[in-house]
């Protein structure tokens, strides 16, 4: 058995036993996941227009982990139409900031690795690199917008009586809380991954103005920064929409009671 | 009254925050001279004719030639005028294709000629930089300076880290980043909760799970003989590939326990203060219960982070006439395998924190 194996059968038993029926879904969406990102990767190669594919993808993606995910049906329809709008303001950033600083295809760090492979392949790695910087966002993107919709949506069935007004406030209380902690799992598992390049440059003695302008090193950079100005926008998007379906409940509410009235 | 008052205030934040992002590209579009390597900048750019060329596995490219002109911005050829041969393909993955306006860093063979070395790119990144300060001030106020600080906090320490590992030769490296991990949780977990008994319910929670988790995986990889793991595929590598892989795993789940550990901890206490007749086995459940809804989106966000860098070797490697199973083996393999260690952590961080939350917790903490 291969150590993947063996891994992915400790996580779904774990899974299974700590989280039931709900653990099994969270297993099998980073299963589909996982099948969607290796699937986009298949379709790039067989030169589908990578950006397109792309959103596409990530469309599929948000949709399967907020839907997926037990969060009530209120707050995962808000958090799946917040994290679309945050995509698309995202990729509005991605696109010419990525084509401004060209941190697309491989820098020296990586000749070793091409040692024997051609990297004339017709395919423009600007745009490999846009897709890229979309993807890592895709996952704390709706993790902050599931949890910002969650704590709402709680807010709303307790306080039934509650204002959208109201509810904006709270929603950027409720961010305020999740935010520090999302950056950790970001910053974390972004300096966890860029572990080794990060011993290669600080080895190869790089100043600051080095690294800020050396090419793999402003690749990571700039996808965490990305992801972390999604998470961002997530508070005041998420907020927006609860409080505009919020606002459409009460108004058939009062409409409803008039009647009644009458 | 009191609304526009705020919404005036925002007005001029936003103001500022755009005001400061315009300062910032600014300044770093002129700081050429600080850089000890020789800029250039592009005045005129006369194009070729685009050849095609083939690879052995039919992939299609086109080539192109460029005639720069331009001058030096910096050092002791500033102002020089030079004239500049670069080549750039449509695929852009280790060339650029260079526009009027563009600066470039680039190296000299003699007086009168030199060749492109790399973009200076450092205008895009200083924007993107003070863009998210800004947006994280002004929509987070006093909140979003805390997390700015507690960003800069964490890379220093981290740099501090990676300093005294190369100082080792990479000696110890588990050691090192296991300590570092200690220290980072101990600042972060005091900065968000405080110094009480809830921080340090939550402290011994990420700890057991994170220690949990790297001797499942260890012991996995001792009863499968780490078959399927290929660590030749790790990138940048300068040192025995096996404890920097644990020590990257350590890392990369720490920041997913701790704000997993913090949201259970803080809840459960919550609930304790509030009903202080429920028992220690009602706690636990509503621990987990609290676990399992954060932990499939949380899981969701490592794996993201671990595979979307793998693309673009991946992708090559398929171009490159290689089988789907060999290429995902070559570049996939590792994000895979620590997105599923970090998930087991992640799982085991919802179990050991309520446990010792129901252990622990008796309601009375501030």
């Known amino acids: ?54 959103l596409i993808a990530s469309a599929v993606v948000l949709a399967i982990t907020i839907f997926w995910s037990d969060a009530t049906d209120n707050a995962s329809t808000t958090a799946f139409f917040a ?19 060209k941190v697309g ?73 999740i935010i520090g902690t999302a950056v950790n799992t970001l910053f974390f598992g972004f300096f966890g991954n860029a572990l080794a390049l990060f011993i290669w440059l600080t ?60 | 009254m009191k609304k526009q008052l705020t919404s005036k205030m925002t007005w001029l934040q936003v103001g500022l925050a755009i005001l400061s992002c315009l300062v910032a590209v600014l300044v770093t579009s002129h700081n050429d001279q ?17 050849n095609k060329v083939t690879d052995e596995f039919e992939n299609e490219d086109h080539q192109t030639e460029q005639k720069l002109q331009g001058y030096i911005t910096n050092g002791k050829h500033k102002n020089q005028r030079l004239s500049i041969d670069n080549t750039y393909s449509d695929s852009n993955a280790m060339d650029h294709k260079l526009k009027v306006g563009d600066k470039v860093f680039i190296t000299f063979h003699n007086k009168h000629s030199a060749t492109v070395k790399d973009l200076k790119r450092d205008v895009p990144v200083v924007f993107l930089i003070a863009l998210a ?20 906090v964490n890379t220093v ?48 929670s990420v700890v057991g799970s994170t220690v949990g988790t790297i001797l499942i995986m260890l012991v996995a990889f001792m009863i499968t003989h780490e078959k399927g793991v290929y660590y030749e595929s790790m990138q940048y590598v300068t040192q025995l590939p096996k404890p920097l892989f644990v020590a990257e795993v350590l890392v990369g789940v720490l920041g997913a326990v701790m704000d997993e550990a913090t949201d259970i901890v803080a809840s459960l206490a919550t609930l304790k203060k509030e009903k202080p007749e429920i028992s220690a086995r009602q706690v636990f459940d509503s621990g987990r219960q609290i676990g399992k809804s954060i932990m ?55 179990v050991l924190s309520s446990f010792f939350a129901s252990i622990w917790i008796k309601g009375d903490e501030s």
């Open chain 2, 133 to 152: 300060i800004s947006l994280l001030c002004v929509l987070l106020k006093f909140q979003g300076l805390t997390v700015v600080g507690s960003i800069i």
């Open chain 2, 157 to 204: 320490l981290f740099f501090c880290a990676i300093k005294i590992n190369n100082d080792h030769n990479g000696a110890h490296v588990i050691l090192n980043f296991a300590v570092l991990s200690l220290i980072f949780c101990v600042i972060t977990l005091w900065m968000v909760m405080g110094w009480n008994k809830k921080m340090l319910v939550a402290l011994t």
């Open chain 1, 203 to 262: 080895n190869l003695h790089f100043s600051i103005g080095g690294m800020l302008n050396d090419k793999v090193f402003v690749n990571e950079l700039i996808a965490i920064i990305f992801s972390l100005i999604g998470v961002v926008l997530t508070i005041p998007v998420t907020t927006l929409i609860m409080s505009v379906r919020r606002g459409r409940v009460l108004a058939k509410k009062n409409l409803e009671n008039n009647k009644e009235i009458k």
């Open chain 1, 1 to 54: 058995m291969g150590t993947i194996t063996l891994l992915g059968i400790v996580l779904l038993v774990l899974m299974l036993v700590v989280g039931g029926h709900q653990g099994i879904s969270g297993f099998l969406s980073m299963l589909v996941n996982f099948g969607i990102v290796f699937f986009t990767i298949v379709l790039i190669a067989f030169h589908f227009p990578p950006i397109t594919v792309t």
């Open chain 1, 105 to 177: 295809g491989f820098g020296l760090e990586d000749s070793e690795e091409l040692e024997g492979l051609s990297v004339l392949v017709g395919i423009n790695f600007t745009k490999i690199a846009i897709c890229t910087a979309i993807l890592s966002a895709l996952g704390a993107i709706a993790e902050a917008a599931i949890a910002i919709a969650s704590g709402l949506d709680e807010i709303t069935s307790v306080h039934s009586e509650i204002t959208a007004a109201q509810l904006m406030v709270d929603g950027v209380e409720i961010g305020k809380q």
């Open chain 1, 83 to 101: 994290s679309i709008i945050i995509l698309i303001i995202l990729v509005a950033l991605i696109i010419p900031v990525e084509n401004w600083a």
């Open chain 2, 296 to 350: 499939g989106p949380l899981i969701n966000v490592l794996f993201f982070v671990f595979m979307a860098e793998t693309l673009p070797m991946t992708l090559l490697y398929l171009k490159n006439g290689n089988s789907w199973g060999y290429s995902f083996s070559m570049n996939m393999s590792l994000g895979v395998l620590s997105s599923l260690v970090s998930a087991i952590g992640i799982v085991l961080t919802v």
């Open chain 2, 34 to 50: 600080f850089y000890d390597n020789p800029i250039y900048k592009v005045t005129a750019v006369t194009n070729g004719k685009p």
